[in-house]
């Protein structure tokens, strides 16, 4: 045997082993490298899983929270409407995920926003349309009053006849509210009046109007524009104090005159309101807050939302509160800014200055003579005649001149239940 062979036979067992372990390690790597593919293979499915998971609750977050959310924030005029509601799992923050329900959401807001819009629009013209077809029908009624009243009638008559009168007048009163709210002129242009008649018109304008206790009159003067919507709030403050009291109590008003202004105060003996009433309260006479009638109560109450239509829509500006009433129920305070008061007559002037190029005045002519039924001498007696009929003249008998603005309070009350009698062309909304 050949040295070479023999060595060659000496190291074959190493080489076998060599070779068995290069093999063993190959196969060692590939097993690691197996463990680790299968090791991210597992956290894969895992994570995937989880977001199955992630997404299934977020779907029924979606349906079960965020949807009923969206509707009753858009059913109470609050919330955001396009993301309503956060993602139940923050990690799908910007995923698709979150788009897509945030597509949903802003459709369904969308939709329900159109389908809301609609709905009021459609309440809004119905109302409208029925207070313009209602109306001419009471100004018909009124007036037929009115002429009746007119007529001379004896005092039975009379007295049955004037509750009707008033009546009519509260029927058409809640007209103008139900018109107010749709966006309708509240009635027709005045002329100046008084603000203590421009109360009594309120006051001839309710129930229970023999209640209401008014001030001595003041020289406050309301300008036209202003007196009709004026009366119609304060009837409807009116209305709402002698209504919440007890019919055995007064309902006082007073005036409180201001630098910027005067301030219409009334006074109940009601229960007051509770707080969560007065913030309702007074959110609706704020007039900054649309009236939805979609929205309204059952049954609906009108009156205050319609002192809010009106403050909002000339400038009035209204308050409510229990703690400053004389007879611990509510007061209201209308406060009328001086630029809707008007001077009074007495104070606007009578004569007009001459000026160069302009015409001088006429003298006003004497007042003419009396021709007297008998010829007159000229010593001022009068001449008999023979054979002639002396005319017989009664004189009048004496009275006492009545005392100063004598019937003044009827007429003003009498003029305030007759103040819509008359139908008039809508006027724009200024």
Partial sequence: MTPLLQEALTLAPYAAAAAAGG??????????????????????????EQRAAAQGEEAQHLAGSRLPGLIYAMQQGGGDRTTFGVL?????????????????????????????TRSEGAARVAVQATTRSVQPLG??????????????????????????????????????????LTGMWPGRQRDDVPLLDAVRGGISRIRDFPRVQVPPARTLYVAGRYVEPLVLLLAELLDNAARHSAPTTPVEVSF??????????????GPGMTPEVLHEALR??????????????NPAAFGLHGV???????????????????????????????????????????????????AELAPTPPP?????????????????????VTPSVQAAPDSEPPPPRAGHGLAAFAHGTRSAHHPTPQEPNS
């Fill in 308 to 358: 809010g239509v009106l403050a909002g829509r000339y400038g009035f500006r209204v308050s409510l509160d229990i703690e400053h009433s004389r007879y611990g129920g509510t007061r209201a305070v209308v406060q009328v800014p001086r630029t809707m008061l008007a001077p009074p007559p007495d104070q606007e002037p009578q004569h007009t200055a001459h000026r160069p190029g302009t």
């Fill in 284 to 297: 609706r006479v704020s007039g900054q807050y649309p009236v939805e009638f979609t929205g309204l109560s």
């Fill in 88 to 116: 139940l799992h923050q990690a799908l923050t910007g995923t698709d995920t979150d788009r897509a329900h945030q597509a949903v959401l802003q459709q369904i807001a969308t939709a329900l926003s159109e389908a809301a």
């Fill in 256 to 269: 409180v005159e201001t630098h910027n202004g005067v301030s219409v105060e009334i006074h109940d003996a």
């Fill in 368 to 388: 003419a003579q009396h021709h007297s039924p008998y010829p007159v001498a000229e010593d001022g007696l009068p001449v008999r005649r023979r054979g002639t």
């Fill in 23 to 48: 093999t063993t390690v190959h196969f060692a790597r590939a097993a690691a490298r197996h463990r680790r593919a299968s090791a991210a293979a597992a956290r894969r499915a895992t994570a995937a």
């Fill in 139 to 180: 100004y018909e009624l009124q007036a037929a009053i009115t002429k009746l009243l007119e007529a001379g009638h004896d005092h039975k008559t009379l007295e049955l006849v004037q509750p009707i009168d008033h009546t009519a007048s509260q029927m058409a009163r809640r007209l103008q509210i139900l018109g107010v």
